[in-house]
């Protein structure tokens, strides 16, 4: 019986180019999706542009455009950074649509009436200069804790989340003008309610997940949770459904979350799906969220704890996909050393396979990694062109081969093959990415192993029919390597399929045709 599989891929927001580590945290999504559409799964896949938000606003500020013009600017370029890095989302959107934004407020409308958002008056932060209470972002003050100046949301220094009354004699970053508190009303959501449901979902699903995201989502429930507001002073955003709430928009991190919903909807309407197959409980659908650490508690505690607040048979996110931090030649990505080269360029400059496979087999699956374009040229001329490259090259254009001979496939190949599958289709499925590609390379050493023994060069002049049966079983196998390799680098295993004249990819043996011609056979990769 078919899945019911959802896969979302966190949303970048909209206020500059997407750089190699937001490629990093979120191709593991693309990944899934491809395998679970090769096991002849139901999938969606979806993501879109987070066009909310202060960053948003400062960025429109900086370069004196509006926000929705900034939003619209970077949307389209994450769009077509994504598509250049083959990433097959099913819908990728982004949280200025009305479909978005109609769907959130009703979303949060059923949240209220079930009451679990309240209102709440307490002393915020506002600039008597500029008028308007400012968030933690537009907010300057000195770390009560290490003494070092930084944005009222995180200490840059230590760490240190401020409350409230650090917020007192705060900067203004607008204006520079120093701060006062005053009293301001604002919704918030009743999460603390929520402590119990939520350790006990983590303890039940917690299983395939990274040790990132167990720590981290540890660490809040043992804090113990907190109510978080959920309306804030902007004209920039979704509008609050509630009475006397006009002039405040829906906080960010509430709207782009369900921004996970709201797209399975927009692609099901236009599709003739039914939505709720990926999304409640009776259609027991797996869930999988795939994000940087930096995005973890949001997913793994928050999401959840609105679906619930909803009271209408969701169900929860299975597995969290966590990864860690991508960085640049040894340094963090970091906008004010300007080391985060955008994507857009690095995969323009290489191509996408070799950044692909490089950013899974190298990439941040379980610690912080390093990304240099030394390391990315050693992959690409040592294992893609070498290995992978030279056995389809050598096989396909064999001297004066016009098509497919008519051979026996080799029987322990293929036993090695059906074993190939089965354990890399294991390995992904326990989000192993790295050592899915390892395992599958062995399959490309293993090839050549076997051609470089057999000698096809010397069995063309003395044994025609060991020749074919040679040829043959190394059709097959770079036949089967196309669907093996299509979630790390499709475009590379579309190329194949091409050469071969195969219609269907699969996660199952398929077997060439012979007498296939074999025309304009060209190299997959070419050295860097």
């Given at each position: 019986m078919n899945r019911n599989i959802l896969i979302g891929g966190a949303w970048p927001y909209a206020n500059s180019d997407m750089h190699l580590g937001h490629i990093a945290g979120l191709i593991s999504g693309d990944i899934l999706a491809r395998y679970y559409r090769l096991q002849g799964d139901n999938v969606m896949f979806v993501s879109g542009t987070d066009c909310h938000g202060t960053p948003i606003t400062e960025r429109a500020k900086k370069e004196k455009k509006s926000p929705k013009e900034i939003a619209e600017y970077y949307h389209s370029r994450d769009k077509e950074t994504l598509e250049k890095f083959d990433f097959s989302y099913d819908l990728y959107t982004n949280t200025d649509t009305d479909f978005h934004k109609k769907a959130v407020m009703d979303m949060f409308k059923k949240i209220y009436d079930n009451g679990y958002i309240y209102e709440k008056i307490e002393p915020q932060a506002f600039c008597e200069k500029c008028n308007k209470f400012l968030s933690d972002r537009e907010l300057k003050i000195t770390c009560p804790k290490c003494g070092e100046e930084t944005k009222a949301e995180q200490c840059d220094s230590c760490g240190y989340v401020p409350v409230i009354e650090d917020m007192k004699d705060g900067i203004c970053l607008e204006c520079g003008s120093k701060t006062v508190l005053r009293d301001n009303k604002n919704l918030y959501l009743k999460l603390s309610e929520f402590q119990k449901d939520i350790e006990n979902y983590v303890q039940e699903n917690d299983k395939l997940w990274r040790v990132n995201a167990k720590n981290e989502t540890n660490k809040y429930l043992k804090q113990g949770l907190v109510d978080r507001a959920v309306t804030r002073d902007l004209d920039w955003g979704v509008d609050i459904p509630v009475?006397?709430?006009?002039?405040?928009?829906?906080?960010?991190?509430?709207?782009?979350?369900?921004?996970?919903?709201?797209?399975?909807?927009?692609?099901?309407?236009?599709?003739?799906?039914?939505?709720?197959?990926?999304?409640?409980?009776?259609?027991?659908?797996?869930?999988?969220?795939?994000?940087?650490?930096?995005?973890?508690?949001?997913?793994?505690?928050?999401?959840?704890?609105?679906?619930?607040?909803?009271?209408?048979?969701?169900?929860?996110?299975?597995?969290?996909?966590?990864?860690?931090?991508?960085?640049?030649?040894?340094?963090?990505?970091?906008?004010?050393?300007?080391?985060?080269?955008?994507?857009?360029?690095?995969?323009?400059?290489?191509?996408?396979?070799?950044?692909?496979?490089?950013?899974?087999?190298?990439?941040?699956?379980?610690?912080?990694?390093?990304?240099?374009?030394?390391?990315?040229?050693?992959?690409?001329?040592?294992?893609?062109?070498?290995?992978?490259?030279?056995?389809?090259?050598?096989?396909?254009?064999?001297?004066?081969?016009?098509?497919?001979?008519?051979?026996?496939?080799?029987?322990?190949?293929?036993?090695?093959?059906?074993?190939?599958?089965?354990?890399?289709?294991?390995?992904?499925?326990?989000?192993e990415f790295k050592e899915a590609t390892n395992k599958a390379m062995e399959l490309v050493e293993i090839a050549n192993k076997y051609y470089d023994e057999q000698k096809p060069w010397v069995q063309k002049k003395e044994d025609l029919e060991e020749f074919n049966n040679t040829i043959y079983t190394c059709s097959v196998i770079i036949a089967n390597l196309s669907n093996i390799f299509e979630p790390f680098m499709p475009s590379a295993c579309e190329q194949i399929r091409k050469y071969l004249k195969i219609k269907n990819k699969s996660w199952d043996l398929i077997e060439v045709t012979a007498g296939t011609k074999l025309e304009n056979i060209a190299p997959l990769f070419v050295r860097m």
């Open positions: 009475p006397n709430y006009e002039s405040k928009k829906m906080y960010v991190w509430i709207e782009a979350v369900m921004g996970y919903i709201t797209a399975t909807m927009k692609k099901c309407e236009e599709t003739g799906q039914d939505w709720e197959k990926f999304w409640k409980e009776k259609y027991n659908p797996i869930i999988y969220m795939v994000h940087g650490k930096d995005n973890i508690v949001f997913h793994s505690i928050i999401f959840n704890a609105l679906l619930l607040a909803m009271k209408e048979d969701y169900h929860l996110v299975n597995t969290i996909v966590s990864s860690e931090y991508l960085n640049i030649n040894d340094e963090k990505i970091s906008k004010s050393k300007g080391n985060g080269v955008p994507a857009l360029e690095l995969v323009d400059k290489y191509g996408v396979n070799s950044l692909r496979f490089h950013l899974i087999n190298n990439g941040p699956e379980k610690k912080d990694s390093n990304f240099t374009e030394d390391a990315l040229i050693a992959t690409n001329n040592g294992e893609l062109l070498n290995k992978f490259g030279n056995l389809v090259n050598r096989t396909l254009k064999f001297k004066e081969l016009e098509e497919v001979p008519s051979g026996k496939l080799d029987e322990e190949i293929k036993e090695k093959i059906i074993h190939t599958y089965k354990e890399v289709g294991n390995l992904i499925e326990t989000l």
